[in-house]
């Protein structure tokens, strides 16, 4: 994503910056009421939900809401365990708080019991039925094993490098990608198409059976749709497409993920009548942890969307904040350096807001 964004500018960046780099914190504080780390949640044996929900032998209860269209899984005293988006595989689930952390670029934190991991199918409504859900709700149900949100913020400055079995680093501080030998300090100062498979530093075959190569100058970066499709697709097992098309994956760029890819949306991409300039949706409510969030920041790129990223929910101080990597941090961050990572200031990340996504 290039740095030049003037046009954006002028509504003026609330941009706070620590001296101090530090790396992201994870804090787990447990709760009575939820299952321990290991254990498993009763099974659901309930019948199909009505209008006004239904309750299952172990104490769920499936409600039924709109806007988007969803089942919200309730404990015995009320409160809400899941929450399953209809067409969607995404899945929140309360679990023990945590707290994650940036020093180095902004003093928010994002505090949180939410808990995003991807179901085997998509939802519908009555799938509580199903074997399917009724085994992986048992197994996810509490477990604190990386999700979507732990993998996301695995990536910032600092932090620390993990390899697997076959010695390939698969998580650890990120770069954007290299610099451009005709960019400078805001002016294209690094290149951008720096995919997840460069980061690794291994070839890559995709669902479309396209295979391709890393480019060595590249290992250890990915620009902002790499950066998704290295936590959705490549960590977490949703199937990548090697370019922009419809079909069964996730696609290359931000633009082919907010207008091809695949996803319920949470909020509409929405244009000026009559012309094709597209425009800050008028609420973002409708977002939950997880959901792919898409900009238009760059003037010269037109209507076209180009940059994307992951909400992680509301910060300490109530503002929603989100996660991706950026050129001006030269990788994944949800701190404020270049830029308010919030999405309800007029910063130039919340004007460039256009649409989201849920997986």
């Known amino acids: 994503m290039p740095v030049t964004r003037k046009s954006l500018l002028s509504g003026g960046l609330a941009v706070t910056l620590l001296a101090a ?6 804090q787990l504080r447990d709760r009575d009421r939820q299952p321990a780390a290991g254990s498993s949640a009763p099974l659901i044996t309930a019948p199909a939900p009505t209008a006004a929900g239904t309750a299952s032998p172990a104490g769920h209860r499936y409600e039924r809401l709109t806007g988007p269209d969803r089942t919200v899984v309730r404990d015995a005293r009320g409160g809400v365990v899941a929450t399953l988006t209809d067409g969607a595989r995404t899945a929140v689930l309360a679990g023990p708080s945590r707290t994650f952390a940036e020093p180095s670029t902004t003093t928010a934190t994002v505090v949180t019991d939410a808990w995003v991991r991807l179901m085997p ?3 519908k409504p009555g799938a509580e039925q199903e074997g399917w859900f009724r085994t992986w709700f048992q197994q996810s149900l509490g477990s604190t094993s990386d999700d979507v949100l732990a993998v996301a913020t695995q990536y910032v400055s600092g932090a620390p490098a993990e390899k697997d079995a076959k010695g390939v680093r698969f998580k650890g501080d990120a770069s954007f990608g290299p610099l451009n030998p005709n960019g400078s ?5 690094r290149l951008e198409q720096t995919d997840f498979f460069d980061y690794l530093g291994v070839p890559y075959t995709f669902a479309d059976k396209v295979a391709k190569q890393p480019d060595k100058t590249r290992y250890g970066a990915f620009d902002c749709s790499g950066f998704v499709r290295m936590v959705y697709g490549y960590r977490s097992g949703y199937p990548m497409l090697s370019k922009d098309v419809a079909g069964p ?3 290359r760029t931000a633009n082919g993920l907010a207008r091809v890819g695949p996803g319920v949306p949470v909020i509409p991409l929405t244009t000026a009548p009559g012309s094709e300039t597209t425009l800050r949706p008028a609420s973002i409510d409708p977002l939950q942890p997880g959901d792919l969030v898409f900009f238009e920041i760059d003037a010269r790129t037109g209507a076209r969307l180009d940059h994307t990223g992951i909400y992680l929910g509301l910060d300490t101080d109530g503002h929603p904040r989100y996660i991706s990597s950026r050129e001006e941090a030269d990788g994944p961050t949800f701190g404020d350096k ?3 990572s919030r999405l309800d200031d007029n910063g130039m990340y919340a004007k460039g807001l256009r649409n989201a996504k849920r997986l």
């Not at 780099?21 to 994870?26: A, E, M, N, P, Q």
């Not at 300090?185 to 100062?189: K, P």
């Open 21 to 26: 780099s530090g790396y992201l914190t994870v």
């Open 121 to 123: 199918q998509p939802w």
């Open 185 to 189: 300090v805001g002016n294209d100062l």
């Open 249 to 251: 994956g996730l696609p």
């Open 338 to 340: 270049g830029g308010t």
